[in-house]
């Protein structure tokens, strides 16, 4: 009797052995994929061939508007390259902010590029509506929400914070600037009391 039990459990779960076995060698491939997918930054990639190698940008806050300055310093030939096709790159520059400012629900005036052949650089300068979210109190979302850190990976002074670092393989510095003394939490921005 016990040896037929041991038939009938043997041909009831014959198949199970092999598809343990290989399921027992495969699980720990399939956790750490899913470990490691988990783990990875949207948006983080290393640059394409063509990328400013430094930016700098600094946000002035005036009431209801931000005056956005974003200076891109770029290599001779890549630079080169943009003097070539200056409208061209003025338009890309322009749609592309206009449109991630959009999904954001904020908007640009008073748009302007420059081309600062000595120094090798563009100067993308506009003012944005729509992130003063009550009195003197600002979101900074827009400014934030593709990269791996916010407003606390930020040096701050009383009136200013300071990002220094690399943002997708670019040498980043970021400055906002208040007309007062502030406090924060992760993307904003309101007078300390």
């Given at each position: 009797m016990l040896s037929y039990s041991r038939k009938v459990n043997r041909n009831?779960?014959?198949?199970?052995?092999?598809?343990?076995?290989?399921?027992?060698?495969?699980?720990?491939?399939?956790?750490?994929?899913?470990?490691?997918?988990?783990?990875?930054q949207p948006g983080i990639v290393p640059p394409p061939t063509g990328r400013e190698a430094e930016q700098i940008i600094e946000i002035k806050t005036e009431a209801e508007i931000l005056h956005y300055q974003r200076q891109s310093?770029?290599?001779?030939?890549?630079?080169?390259?943009i003097l070539e096709s200056k409208k061209e790159f003025e338009s890309e520059e322009v749609d592309s902010f206009e449109n991630n400012l959009e999904s954001y629900n904020k908007d640009i005036v008073n748009v302007e590029v420059k081309f600062d052949e000595a120094g090798e650089s563009t100067i993308f300068k506009c003012d944005i509506r729509g992130a003063m979210y009550s009195a003197n109190s600002y979101d900074f979302?827009?400014?934030?929400?593709?990269?791996?850190?916010?407003?606390?990976?930020?040096?701050?002074?009383?009136?200013?914070?300071?990002?220094?670092?690399?943002?997708?393989?670019?040498?980043?510095?970021?400055?906002?600037?208040?007309?007062?003394?502030?406090?924060?939490?992760?993307?904003?921005?309101?007078?300390?009391?």
């Open positions: 009831r779960y014959s198949a199970a052995p092999g598809f343990k076995s290989r399921w027992f060698s495969v699980t720990p491939l399939v956790i750490t994929l899913m470990i490691l997918s988990g783990c990875t310093l770029w290599g001779g030939e890549e630079f080169s390259k979302h827009w400014l934030l929400g593709d990269l791996p850190f916010d407003l606390y990976q930020f040096k701050r002074s009383e009136k200013e914070l300071y990002y220094e670092g690399d943002v997708n393989g670019v040498t980043t510095e970021i400055r906002l600037i208040f007309p007062y003394t502030i406090a924060h939490c992760h993307e904003h921005v309101w007078p300390e009391e």
